[in-house]
């Protein structure tokens, strides 16, 4: 059982750290984007290094504390929040921000875990370098929460998720001792594979403190274009024939379907729609070429071949940067326009390519048996990653439907299980899917993850009830 | 302690198993590549199926038996085999072979953990596709092995290493549980990544009895260069340069030295000098381009600004696909006039990339401080992996400096860790590199590795030696 912060514990750590280490606990570290959790409270410690975060480690694992680490508190699956239980040190990375490193001939940079993910795409570019990790909140949340819980995104089609990004780690163990892990190596084979087992644990086995991150070259020209599809079956074939014809050059291939048209329609009126009548489903392709090559060319040609095919039937290519930058405002307005409608239930879930098609129409027929929704999938089709949220119908408020939710939420997450998906694609598991992961996860993979679990973090002091209950 | 393999444990397990999986233990299971190993025996099992793997490793838990899985044997750190201890089950993959399936619209292949390597390609090919995985032993290496130990090969620089082309794992685990983790989802964040685990573990965690793997769209078009540099550090500025221009359509970028020219010279005639006067370094470089791109135009354009630049005095761009097979045929010959010659020691290390030039000099110099040695350092350039073998000086034999061998290795190794380089690149820990393990892996790491080792296989039986030392 793990014990409260309490005076003693924290006059004691005020003995071992700067003053400054100590920051008021302000409403913020206890709130979360979608509303859904509340903290109860805390000691928040800001240690300035990673000595000093090993202190509190070190700490915590002797007064048996637990230790919520806290990047940028833009995860959506309550990681970041500890409702319940003993008070527990909250340990924010706020001021271990700075970039350590860049190596601009290696394609390296290596950021504190607490460094804003826009500050790190800034730093790569002043270096003629791109970090291609890209996400809605990339103005605050932070790049070591970024790594604990594998951010994707909207390039992940191209280079990959925050695993794939990151060549080393350094982290604290529970124990509080200092994984030196920060290497620059492309390739290493010695030994288990820790840096990827942090990444993605959300903090259940250690802070990470800082990253050696990989850069890649600036394309030389870029382009988008949005083309109309039947549906997501026709889109696997587009995003076929456009990686044939143009290989790694296809950064971005997202899904959008007439529901996120009308939606926008319906909230944010100023976001111009691309085509006069809103298409069933559309497709946003951005591309990113070497020198010499012409996106907007590519793009043409792929659409004739594609038109010819029957693949597509209507599309618009951008003929400037500010076009390009209207087709990647439709897509990213839509959160914010499901956010104006108020989901009852949103789902973060990924199926086989192949399947996208046939999951989306027996889940929305499956929620027309249990009410009146209305359904947006779109997303990162190329991921087979699709947010599939369940809306009211025009005219209700979410509230109408609130008892539902746990009804939609299962028949959703069981149909992805069945089409052998994943129940949460990108965003992790936090304390919000623990149920999901012990109703659908493969008993083996669970034993494995309590096993290892056990062995690294025994008094159970990180992040407590993150992807596996307490002890 | 773990058990050897009795009489009584044979015969019940041969009441648990058809005929056909029990086969002679022949000597090429109790062999590999370099000679330096030499199995002591055990009992061959070849199971048809997960179940039976199951069945195996289920009966040496209970009896407390150490199970060597056993793929292609082309290991190259003695991972495959055990020469002391009790007597274990060699569990080879052998029998389990199938390509399970193949779904070209999601650029995904299941196989068998015992599908030779160039069954996979070739099956990706019959779809269109490619399987990017190559390297020397691909004719018998198995796609098992080639996961255990995270292989890596030719096309890491564009495509990864094995690690980066799984999407998902089966495998029975130490208690003879069976993962089901065959996803073919390209993104799942639920829970500790056991896939990452399992890949490079070397056998020590599990045996992996089948794989998702991805496949990518073939090139449209290919070509080959080879260019003359005057070191590494001008290598890495060409490979920047061919970055930018030619984005992710660089596949390979090997970079050859003077010594291993000469070394085909001395070994191997027939095979052709592709410059009148060898050059010090050259790099080899492949491209696989897109619709409507020419790879030829392509490196002359590139070979035009380095030149320019003075980044390259000399190069040849292959006009035919035979002869982008010839300059392959170098690259590719200076293994086998290696072994011809005959190494000292072999060393597969990486440094980063920027280190490679420095780290060179400081090598040769201080093996030159040890005896009249020849160095041919060779490998894969853009991944910062160096082969770094270390020769005889001609008219003399590898007997002759045997007695060297171990100053060798320490002093290549010292210098690696100095330059916070790995000892082990591509090829593994196995049992060669125990002890390397010990003195250079950061303490926290090597915790943890035995903690988890402990908690997964806390009897030791799954591939005793590897990776840690046994209990």
Known sequence: MLNSVTPEFEASLRE????????????????????RYTGQGGLLVAPANTEEVATVVRACAAAKVGVVPYGGGTGLVGGQIMETGPMPVILSLE????????????????????????????????HGRLFPLSLASEGSARIG????????????LRYGNARDLCLGLEAVLPDGSILNGLTRLRKDNTGYDLRNLLIGSEGSLGIITAAALKLFPRPAAEGAALMVVEDPAAALSLLA?????????????????RMGLEFLAETMPEVRQPFADKPNWMVLIDLGLGAGQDPATA????????????IVSDGVIAQS?????????IRESIPAANRK???????????PLGAISDFVAKGNAALADIADFRV????????GNLHYNVFPQRGKSRQDYEHLRPQVKRCVHDLVHEFGGSVSAEHGVGRLKVEDMERYADPAKLAAIRAIKAALDPDGIMNPGVIVRGA
Chains 1, 2 share one sequence.
Do not use: C
């Not at 940067?321 to 405002?329: I, P, S, V, Y």
């Not at 409608?341 to 199926?351: L, N, T």
């Not at 947006?376 to 991921?383: E, I, S």
């Open 321 to 329: 940067e500010a076009q390009r930058a209207d087709f990647w405002a």
């Open 341 to 351: 409608i108020g989901a009852v239930s949103s789902h973060d879930i990924s199926v």
């Open 95 to 126: 001021r271990m921000k700075d970039i350590r490193a860049v190596y601009p001939d290696e394609n390296v940079l290596v950021a504190d875990a607490g460094a804003i993910l826009a500050d790190v795409q800034q730093a790569a570019e002043q």
């Open 376 to 383: 947006n999938a779109f997303g990162h089709l190329g991921d």
């Open 16 to 35: 071992t750290l700067p003053q400054a280490a100590f920051r008021p606990l302000t409403a913020s570290y206890l709130e979360e984007p979608r509303g």
């Open 299 to 310: 793009l043409e040609e792929l659409f004739v071949e594609a038109f010819q095919a029957g």
């Open 145 to 156: 929460g970024n790594l604990a819980t594998n951010a994707g995104g909207v390039n992940v």
């Open 241 to 257: 024939m456009a990686s044939r014809r143009i290989g790694g050059g296809v950064s971005a291939f997202e899904l959008i379907g």
